[in-house]
Structure formats: structure tokens, C-alpha cells
């Protein structure tokens, strides 16, 4: 994954509040992202209809990290891919049979990406802890199907090893320059992201919240390609 440009591996996350800040936002970073990541706080409060807007231009990637019922969980999957997205996530914490049901339904998306977050990156366990419960359920999600993982980047190479390069991972948790960690506990800074193998990284409060928001993607994509080969 190397070859591609570094702004289609570097997502924004869109947590803001209505389809006026999340439109102003899409305009503001423009072409210096190639995704746009759509969490519970926008999809609360907007819902579809604003998906299906905010995927033309930029890939979508519905962060929602379903965890329910395995039956729940794969029509939950179903009307995701109905709406075109891009990539979806599931929490690996739902479990082997709960895996296989989400990763049957996207079977019928094969545009789709489905990933499973493996440890949360403001999850305070020991860093060794993480790394070990997060491999354990890279292999699962793998073994069941899905396509990859959310994992922080202290994690990423270790799965790439595990779970072969193809594998992907998305890695939030992205802080630089000295920026406020906030509720993040597992944090790395883009270049590092890169050269730990993170296929996409997802940057929220730093560029949201950045006077120029296209200025600090920019940056980031700067860092990024700083060690790429
Ligand atoms: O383990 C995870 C899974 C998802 N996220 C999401 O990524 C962004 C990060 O935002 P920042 O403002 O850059 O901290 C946010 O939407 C989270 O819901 C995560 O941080 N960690």
C-alpha cells in the first residue's frame, strides 16, 4: 500500500455536530484528505441521508463500531452497504460468531471494507496488554473474514506481521508537534503511523479544531511521506 498517495491513506474524522459543520468541513480539507470518516456523534444527528451526500468526491468510512447480537450486527451490515459506504467497523469485542455474521453480510458489498476495532485508543491498559488482546483479535477478525483492523499504531506492525501486509490498518490515536493528547491513551505522531505499516490514519480534534484545517492535513501528509518509500 506504500505506492499510494498519502492523502488517500489519511482520514478525517467528521465529529461535529450538524450537516452544516460536517459540509464546511468537507470543503475546508477538500482534496488534501482522501477520506472522510462519519462517527456516532454526525450520525446521531444527521443520520443516512447525510452519508449518501458526503461520499462523492472523498471515500467514507462509517466509523459506528457495531457490537450486538450477531444477527443484529450483519443487517446492521447490510444497511451500511446499502448506503455505499466504503468501509464499515464492527467492535471485535462482539465476539468470533458475531465476526462471521458481519463478515457473511458484507460478502454481498464487495466494494466495501469491513474492519473490527480491536482496542479502543483511549483504552488505559498497559500498552503491553493492548498489544497482546489487540493480536489475539486481529487473528479473529481475520480468521473470520473481515478485511482488516482499527488498532493504534503501537499495534500495526505487529498484526501486518501476524495477519500478512494485505491486512489492513486504520490507526487513530495521531498527534504531533507537542498537540494535546486529549482522551487518547495510545498515541503516534504520521510518520511514525507510516513507518509502523498503518494503511490509513485517522486524524479528528487536530485538524477540526486547527485555524487552517487543510494546512494541518497537509502537514500531516508532509510527515507522512517523510518515510515513505
Ligand atoms: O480506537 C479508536 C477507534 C476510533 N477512534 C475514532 O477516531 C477519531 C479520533 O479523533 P481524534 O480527535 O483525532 O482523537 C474519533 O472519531 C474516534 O471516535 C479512536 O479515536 N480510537
Redesign the pocket.
Known amino acids: 500500500m506504500r505506492d499510494r498517495s498519502m492523502q488517500q491513506r489519511l482520514m478525517v474524522?467528521l465529529?461535529v455536530d450538524s450537516r452544516k459543520k460536517a459540509l464546511a468541513m468537507r470543503d475546508a480539507v477538500g482534496d488534501s484528505v482522501g477520506w472522510l470518516?462519519v462517527?456516532?456523534r454526525l450520525f446521531v444527528a444527521e443520520g443516512p441521508d447525510l452519508v449518501r451526500e458526503l461520499k462523492w468526491g472523498h471515500k467514507l468510512f462509517l466509523?459506528l463500531?457495531f457490537h450486538d447480537i450477531p444477527n443484529t450486527v450483519a443487517q446492521a451490515i447490510e444497511s451500511a452497504g446499502s448506503l455505499g459506504v466504503d468501509m464499515v467497523n464492527v467492535h471485535a469485542g462482539g465476539g468470533e460468531e458475531m465476526l462471521a455474521a458481519a463478515a457473511n453480510a458484507a460478502k454481498a458489498f464487495p466494494n466495501m471494507k469491513l474492519i473490527a476495532?480491536t482496542?479502543?485508543?483511549?483504552d488505559p491498559m498497559p500498552k503491553e496488554q493492548a498489544r497482546e488482546v489487540a493480536l489475539m483479535r486481529a487473528r479473529m477478525a481475520q480468521q473470520a473474514g473481515l478485511d482488516g483492523v482499527?488498532c493504534?499504531v503501537h499495534e500495526a506492525a505487529a498484526i501486518k506481521e501476524l495477519c500478512g501486509n494485505d491486512f489492513i490498518t486504520v490507526t487513530?490515536?495521531?498527534r504531533w508537534g507537542g498537540q494535546d493528547v486529549?482522551?487518547?491513551k495510545r498515541i503516534a505522531d504520521p510518520a511514525s503511523a507510516i513507518a509502523n505499516g498503518s494503511d490509513y490514519l485517522?486524524?479528528?480534534?487536530?485538524i477540526?479544531q486547527a485555524p487552517d484545517p487543510a494546512a494541518a492535513a497537509d502537514e500531516a501528509v508532509k510527515m507522512m511521506e517523510s518515510v515513505a518509500t
Open positions: 474524522a465529529d470518516k462517527g456516532l466509523d463500531k476495532v482496542v479502543l485508543t483511549s482499527v493504534s487513530p490515536g495521531i486529549q482522551d487518547q485517522v486524524v479528528g480534534r487536530p477540526l
